[in-house]
């Protein structure tokens, strides 16, 4: 009778570890790639906001797969640069464990890619590799070294209502006093958040500096001393703004102050404004302009690791960003500038992009920013 | 048990008192909730009206994301199992940290806080190399592990002081009768720990099933867990989106819930945490 | 071997598992973290040196960060407390249809994610969010800031943390016996008295447990403070992330890692300490 007892026991205990090596192997099963005969499945790690991310999924890539069957995309979008460092400590990992990684695309903000360069871990471009590369402005290449191709660009202008707001300032100068005449009606995002936070408390430095002293490649933090004046407009600036100097998270969620109509003004991604205009998420009374001298802007660029397992993948999705099919997609989805040069973009695009398509402001480099960052929030919301 | 609340004698007043306390509990706790399940169904919401004009589109705008349900299963069975191997390795563990006396004790017991107290960002490159060295990255093991880790913490403490609690006369009493260690665990200690243990794999679950950091590099790109997924949904999109979808991820858990309370009910825990 | 021996022995082959697992995962990767921090500097003297803590700690905005992180953290320890030691009291002294409600209801935010509890809050909470919504209606004008801030912190803290606490607490209180209870109020304590002299230090181990657990969590968390707190002073959780994501100072980052750590080991300490010593007076 024991026995039984004691058999009947282990039975219930085999059951139990039966059923977590079941759960176990379904789950291991559910990994790794689901890939038919012969299709390479592509990583795309694509960093920033969730137009761009839709510009990927609903646009690009359903596009990209149905030109080259060949390759299914798997996409991951980093929201704000979420998740960014993690995905460089993979490549780094990867690349000093000698072992092939899964991301075979990387969108993201030049300061990794600038890390990058001299651990070797990113494939240098050229028209040998992609093709089409000849219609990108040289300028653009050589900003990044190569390391980096520039299928679009954006940047940041100013957004305001014009139900309230009869005469936009024109220059920086008039924004300001602006701001100043109209309390709590304007902010900008933190600017580890979000470019268009960027733009403005750069275009506080330029004024001082210029814009060009701190875009090129030297870094020194000694010159940081300039940045001086620039800290002390923005902190004169900090009553002034929306809630008494509240800065929220993110480029979408000074575009909701905007829609709630509880901020007048902005400086905004022209795309991204653009974008949600066009999608009936702002006001009809919304307009956009680039004031004098212009804010920043950038191309994005994507950047391929060496040690992707899907080479030939992935510089075939590169190149197929610069064809016409692609970059009228950034256009026509995201309002964004295209990558290639713009003597090869039908007129009628040309002149839509009049307003705003001015020259942008540089951005700094990508150690400068990386400083600017973290001095905004000790000189300007740190508190004395 | 104690049947008349004896020290509230004085009735009346006091009974009110208690009544609007527990309406301000409860407006504290389903306020949040409550406002965000109206965002779910608000078309456009404008102040100061009280309520939205509603509408079902932003529904139609989550559910036609194929990530989304890949996120819900990926969690639900990463989570699951990284509570039961957790079980399974703590839970001797626990009751050799209750009953056994060896060498450095309690200093190996309080090595299970530090899973929680070093911030874990400091380790994303470490953890990273090692899982590339073992092929853990992108798989499914190694989003389970970065997981047990999270439960470690609770699934050492709560049975520690569970088992502990556990009167040893009826132990030795068994023992005593000629049962052999393993059937006094099974048959005396184990029923009557039951309880403290469930609430531990609860409180596990939850945390296994709340990692975000370790499992977006672990994880990616084939096994995204919910909660990497929540970042982008509720940071970025208009606030009916991140709604949807935080209604959407809170029905199973509230399901769950349900489930727990019998086991939650603090009558159960009687003999966990007798001295 | 004798059989304390085999005890001993056996005792450390079941610690054995997670021991392991903590270590590959956890203390392994740390102790690499911190000699990171400790290594000589580039182009600095040979040999161990804590530079880059000073370093750290001399900067005004760390320093105000660390303060802002201990305090919040602080006070919402000391909220959730007085707020679910009542509560788990209630629920064990009295009955009836209310507590019953009550179990259930407080176990609810368990059951949600920090995320979506941050962000229920903020909807809530927000100036022209539901709550100033029902009061502007109300006739209340002025409405103050109750999130993007500290407050906005202490309060999301609060409401996840609740269930934790009032479960642990009232697991303790369960565990006192009723006649313990009787016979106080038969030598005629009144409910105060009986509180502080019987109740607290019967439940004084389940309390241990609750301050260290809710108070390591909270120096620690990110995802609430970096959702409902405002743009300075940050919580060390969000301020790491800053310097290692944003700032590409991942030194500096793992730095502040490690003196969160030390903070929280002190706490943890102190648990340990106390608990020891109740011990040996129990035995």
Same mark, same amino acid.
């Given at each position: 009778?024991?026995?039984?007892?004691?058999?009947?026991?282990?039975?219930?205990?085999?059951?139990?570890?039966?059923?977590?090596?079941?759960?176990?192997?379904?789950?291991?099963?559910?990994?790794?790639?689901?890939?038919?005969?012969?299709?390479?499945?592509?990583?795309?790690?694509?960093?920033?906001?969730?137009?761009?991310?839709?510009?990927?999924?609903?646009?690009?890539?359903?596009?990209?797969?149905?030109?080259?069957?060949?390759?299914?995309?798997?996409?991951?979008?980093?929201?704000?640069?979420?998740?960014?460092?993690?995905?460089?400590?993979?490549?780094?990992?990867?690349?000093?464990?000698?072992?092939?990684?899964?991301?075979?695309?990387?969108?993201?903000?030049?300061?990794?890619?600038?890390?990058?360069?001299?651990?070797?871990?990113?494939?240098?471009?050229?028209?040998?590799?992609?093709?089409?590369?000849?219609?990108?402005?040289?300028?653009?290449?050589?900003?990044?070294?190569?390391?980096?191709?520039?299928?679009?660009?954006?940047?940041?202008?100013?957004?305001?209502?014009?139900?309230?707001?009869?005469?936009?300032?024109?220059?920086?100068?008039?924004?300001?006093?602006?701001?100043?005449?109209?309390?709590?009606?304007?902010?900008?995002?933190?600017?580890?958040?979000?470019?268009?936070?960027?733009?403005?408390?750069?275009?506080?430095?330029?004024?001082?500096?210029?814009?060009?002293?701190?875009?090129?490649?030297?870094?020194?933090?000694?010159?940081?001393?300039?940045?001086?004046?620039?800290?002390?407009?923005?902190?004169?600036?900090?009553?002034?703004?929306?809630?008494?100097?509240?800065?929220?998270?993110?480029?979408?969620?000074?575009?909701?102050?905007?829609?709630?109509?509880?901020?007048?003004?902005?400086?905004?991604?022209?795309?991204?404004?653009?974008?949600?205009?066009?999608?009936?998420?702002?006001?009809?009374?919304?307009?956009?302009?680039?004031?004098?001298?212009?804010?920043?802007?950038?191309?994005?660029?994507?950047?391929?690791?060496?040690?992707?397992?899907?080479?030939?993948?992935?510089?075939?999705?590169?190149?197929?960003?610069?064809?016409?099919?692609?970059?009228?997609?950034?256009?026509?989805?995201?309002?964004?500038?295209?990558?290639?040069?713009?003597?090869?973009?039908?007129?009628?695009?040309?002149?839509?992009?009049?307003?705003?398509?001015?020259?942008?402001?540089?951005?700094?480099?990508?150690?400068?920013?990386?400083?600017?960052?973290?001095?905004?929030?000790?000189?300007?919301?740190?508190?004395? | 048990?104690?049947?008349?609340?004896?020290?509230?004698?004085?009735?009346?007043?006091?009974?009110?008192?208690?009544?609007?306390?527990?309406?301000?509990?409860?407006?504290?706790?389903?306020?949040?909730?409550?406002?965000?399940?109206?965002?779910?169904?608000?078309?456009?919401?404008?102040?100061?009206?009280?309520?939205?004009?509603?509408?079902?589109?932003?529904?139609?705008?989550?559910?036609?994301?194929?990530?989304?349900?890949?996120?819900?299963?990926?969690?639900?069975?990463?989570?699951?199992?990284?509570?039961?191997?957790?079980?399974?390795?703590? %839970?001797?563990?626990?009751?050799?940290?209750?009953?056994?006396?060896?060498?450095?004790?309690?200093?190996?017991?309080?090595?299970?806080?530090?899973?929680?107290?070093?911030?874990? %960002?400091?380790?994303?490159?470490?953890?990273?190399?090692?899982?590339?060295?073992?092929?853990?990255?992108?798989?499914?093991?190694?989003?389970?592990? %970065?997981?047990?880790?999270?439960?470690?913490?609770?699934?050492?403490?709560?049975?520690?002081?569970?088992?502990?609690?556990?009167?040893?006369?009826?132990?030795?009493?068994?023992?005593?009768?000629?049962?052999?260690?393993?059937?006094?665990?099974?048959?005396?200690?184990?029923?009557?720990?039951?309880?403290?243990?469930?609430?531990?794999?609860?409180?596990?679950?939850?945390?296994?099933?709340?990692?975000?950091?370790?499992?977006? %590099?672990?994880?990616?790109?084939?096994?995204?867990?919910?909660?990497?997924?929540?970042?982008?949904?509720?940071?970025?999109?208009?606030?009916?989106?991140?709604?949807?979808?935080?209604?959407?991820?809170?029905?199973?858990?509230?399901?769950?819930?349900?489930?727990?309370?019998?086991?939650?009910?603090?009558?159960?825990?009687?003999?966990?945490?007798?001295? | 071997?004798?059989?304390?021996?085999?005890?001993?022995?056996?005792?450390?082959?079941?610690?054995?598992?997670?021991?392991?697992?903590?270590?590959?995962?956890?203390?392994?990767?740390?102790?690499?973290?911190?000699?990171?921090?400790? @290594?000589?500097?580039?182009?600095?003297?040979?040999?161990?040196?804590?530079?880059?803590?000073?370093?750290?700690?001399?900067?005004?905005?760390?320093? @105000?960060?660390?303060?802002?992180?201990?305090?919040?953290?602080?006070?919402?320890?000391?909220?959730?407390?007085?707020?679910?030691?009542?509560?788990?009291?209630?629920?064990?002294?009295?009955?009836?249809?209310?507590?019953?409600?009550?179990?259930?209801?407080?176990?609810?935010?368990?059951?949600?994610?920090?995320?979506?509890?941050?962000?229920?809050?903020?909807?809530?909470?927000?100036?022209?969010?539901?709550?100033?919504?029902?009061?502007?209606?109300?006739?209340?004008?002025?409405?103050?800031?109750?999130?993007?801030?500290?407050?906005?912190?202490?309060?999301?803290?609060?409401?996840?943390?609740?269930?934790?606490?009032?479960?642990?607490?009232?697991?303790?209180?369960?565990?006192?016996?009723?006649?313990?209870?009787?016979?106080?109020?038969?030598?005629? @304590?009144?409910?105060?008295?009986?509180?502080?002299?019987?109740?607290?230090?019967?439940?004084?181990?389940?309390?241990?447990?609750?301050?260290?657990?809710?108070?390591?969590?909270?120096?620690?968390?990110?995802?609430?403070?970096?959702?409902?707190?405002?743009?300075?002073?940050?919580?060390?959780?969000?301020?790491?992330?800053?310097?290692?994501?944003?700032?590409?100072?991942?030194?500096?980052?793992?730095?502040?890692?490690?003196?969160?750590?030390?903070?929280?080991?002190?706490?943890?300490?102190?648990?340990?300490?106390?608990?020891?010593?109740?011990?040996?007076?129990?035995?």
């Amino acid at each position: 009778m024991r026995w039984v007892r004691w058999v009947k026991r282990k039975r219930r205990l085999a059951a139990a570890a039966g059923m977590v090596l079941a759960v176990l192997l379904v789950g291991i099963g559910t990994s790794g790639q689901a890939g038919a005969q012969g299709t390479v499945t592509l990583n795309l790690y694509i960093s920033g906001d969730t137009n761009i991310f839709d510009l990927y999924t609903k646009a690009f890539l359903p596009a990209f797969t149905k030109r080259y069957p060949q390759f299914k995309t798997n996409f991951v979008g980093l929201l704000h640069g979420n998740g960014d460092d993690g995905v460089y400590d993979k490549i780094l990992a990867a690349k000093r464990a000698g072992h092939t990684v899964d991301v075979d695309l990387w969108e993201t903000e030049p300061g990794y890619v600038d890390e990058g360069i001299p651990e070797g871990l990113w494939v240098k471009l050229s028209a040998s590799l992609v093709p089409n590369i000849v219609k990108v402005p040289v300028q653009t290449l050589e900003a990044a070294q190569y390391y980096g191709l520039p299928y679009r660009g954006s940047s940041v202008v100013i957004g305001y209502n014009s139900q309230f707001v009869k005469n936009p300032p024109q220059t920086f100068d008039e924004l300001v006093a602006w701001i100043k005449a109209n309390p709590g009606k304007f902010t900008y995002c933190d600017p580890n958040t979000g470019g268009s936070g960027q733009a403005f408390v750069t275009a506080a430095i330029y004024k001082f500096t210029g814009p060009d002293k701190f875009s090129g490649k030297a870094y020194d933090p000694n010159e940081e001393a300039a940045w001086a004046p620039g800290w002390k407009l923005l902190k004169d600036l900090q009553p002034a703004m929306y809630n008494n100097g509240f800065h929220p998270n993110g480029n979408v969620a000074v575009l909701q102050l905007l829609a709630q109509q509880n901020i007048w003004m902005a400086s905004v991604w022209s795309d991204q404004g653009l974008d949600f205009y066009n999608r009936g998420q702002l006001p009809k009374t919304m307009k956009f302009e680039q004031i004098t001298p212009p804010l920043i802007g950038d191309d994005s660029r994507v950047t391929v690791p060496a040690g992707s397992a899907h080479l030939e993948g992935a510089l075939t999705l590169l190149n197929w960003l610069l064809t016409p099919e692609a970059q009228n997609m950034v256009i026509n989805e995201v309002a964004g500038y295209p990558g290639i040069d713009w003597k090869y973009m039908p007129e009628s695009v040309r002149a839509r992009f009049k307003d705003v398509a001015k020259a942008f402001a540089p951005y700094p480099n990508p150690k400068y920013l990386a400083d600017i960052k973290r001095l905004w929030h000790e000189q300007v919301v740190g508190g004395q | 048990m104690s049947a008349a609340p004896w020290y509230w004698a004085v009735g009346g007043m006091r009974r009110a008192l208690g009544l609007g306390a527990f309406l301000a509990i409860a407006a504290f706790i389903l306020g949040p909730l409550f406002t965000l399940l109206v965002w779910a169904f608000a078309g456009s919401w404008l102040f100061p009206n009280l309520l939205p004009e509603f509408s079902l589109k932003w529904w139609s705008y989550v559910l036609s994301n194929a990530d989304v349900g890949k996120a819900i299963r990926i969690s639900f069975i990463s989570a699951p199992v990284a509570t039961l191997l957790s079980a399974l390795i703590c %839970i001797p563990a626990a009751y050799a940290f209750a009953r056994l006396e060896f060498p450095a004790r309690r200093a190996l017991l309080l090595s299970f806080l530090s899973a929680n107290a070093f911030p874990k %960002i400091g380790l994303y490159v470490s953890i990273a190399t090692l899982f590339y060295r073992l092929n853990l990255m992108d798989t499914f093991t190694g989003v389970v592990l %970065i997981q047990m880790v999270n439960t470690l913490l609770f699934m050492i403490w709560i049975p520690t002081g569970t088992f502990r609690g556990i009167n040893r006369n009826l132990e030795e009493a068994a023992r005593d009768v000629g049962a052999g260690p393993l059937r006094t665990f099974f048959h005396i200690t184990l029923p009557i720990a039951l309880p403290g243990l469930i609430i531990a794999a609860l409180f596990a679950f939850l945390a296994a099933f709340d990692e975000a950091q370790g499992t977006l %590099i672990v994880g990616t790109p084939n096994h995204i867990t919910m909660p990497v997924m929540m970042y982008t949904l509720v940071l970025s999109y208009p606030q009916p989106v991140g709604a949807v979808f935080s209604v959407l991820l809170s029905l199973p858990s509230l399901v769950f819930l349900i489930v727990a309370q019998r086991y939650l009910r603090a009558g159960y825990l009687a003999a966990g945490y007798t001295l | 071997m004798t059989p304390s021996r085999r005890a001993g022995a056996l005792g450390l082959a079941l610690v054995l598992p997670p021991l392991l697992l903590l270590v590959f995962l956890i203390v392994l990767p740390a102790l690499t973290a911190v000699f990171d921090t400790l @290594a000589p500097l580039e182009g600095g003297p040979p040999g161990l040196t804590l530079a880059r803590y000073a370093q750290v700690l001399g900067a005004r905005i760390i320093r @105000a960060d660390i303060t802002f992180t201990i305090l919040v953290t602080l006070a919402s320890v000391a909220v959730v407390f007085c707020v679910s030691y009542p509560l788990a009291l209630y629920l064990r002294f009295v009955q009836g249809r209310l507590p019953a409600v009550l179990a259930v209801l407080f176990t609810i935010p368990l059951f949600i994610p920090v995320v979506i509890a941050s962000f229920a809050m903020i909807t809530f909470l927000v100036n022209h969010g539901m709550l100033s919504t029902i009061l502007y209606r109300l006739g209340v004008q002025r409405f103050p800031p109750l999130v993007y801030n500290a407050t906005g912190i202490v309060i999301t803290q609060v409401w996840a943390n609740l269930p934790f606490a009032i479960l642990i607490l009232g697991a303790g209180l369960q565990a006192i016996d009723d006649a313990l209870i009787d016979s106080a109020r038969d030598v005629g @304590a009144g409910p105060v008295r009986t509180f502080l002299a019987i109740i607290l230090p019967l439940n004084a181990i389940p309390t241990m447990i609750t301050l260290t657990l809710l108070f390591i969590t909270i120096l620690g968390s990110f995802t609430i403070p970096y959702l409902v707190g405002g743009n300075a002073p940050q919580m060390l959780g969000v301020t790491m992330t800053n310097y290692l994501t944003q700032y590409f100072r991942r030194t500096d980052a793992v730095t502040m890692a490690v003196i969160a750590f030390m903070i929280a080991a002190a706490v943890g300490a102190v648990y340990v300490a106390s608990v020891s010593r109740r011990e040996r007076v129990a035995l």
